[in-house]
């Protein structure tokens, strides 16, 4: 069993920067790919990008490549979500999940930490 606990969301400007933590307990999280996904008001949640369990590959949604890079560390047992180049629909709910490594699906979930962007 893996518990997530997110932290680090805030208010800040447009065109400011964040980090987001992950914190996760439990002995198998470095065999879960981990995941960032977001949730704005109204609107479906959304993958922002996933790390894979070793942390050398990373892959992102367009709408944040190139703005917000994830890594993790497996002997904290953190993974992190650095956002820079903030814009208003950035603003949203962000949770971090462990993919499970056979089914694909993301089982373990954080309870989100509030993101917003003032324009």
């Known amino acids: 069993q893996v518990q997530l606990v997110e932290s680090g969301g805030g208010l800040v400007q447009t065109g400011g920067s964040l980090r987001l933590s992950c914190a996760a307990s439990?002995?198998?999280?470095?065999?879960?790919?981990m995941a960032w996904f977001r949730q704005a008001p109204g609107k479906a949640r959304e993958i922002v990008g996933i790390i894979s369990v070793s942390g050398e590959s990373a892959h992102y949604a367009d709408s944040v490549r190139g703005r917000f890079t994830i890594s993790r560390d497996n002997a904290k047992n953190m993974v992190y979500l650095q956002m820079s180049s903030l814009k208003p629909e950035d603003t949203a709910l962000y949770y971090c999940?462990?993919?499970?490594?056979?089914?694909?699906?993301?089982?373990?979930w954080g309870q989100g930490t509030q993101v917003t962007v003032s324009s």
């Open positions: 999940a462990a993919r499970n490594p056979d089914t694909l699906q993301y089982i373990h």
């Open positions: 439990g002995r198998t999280f470095s065999s879960y790919a």
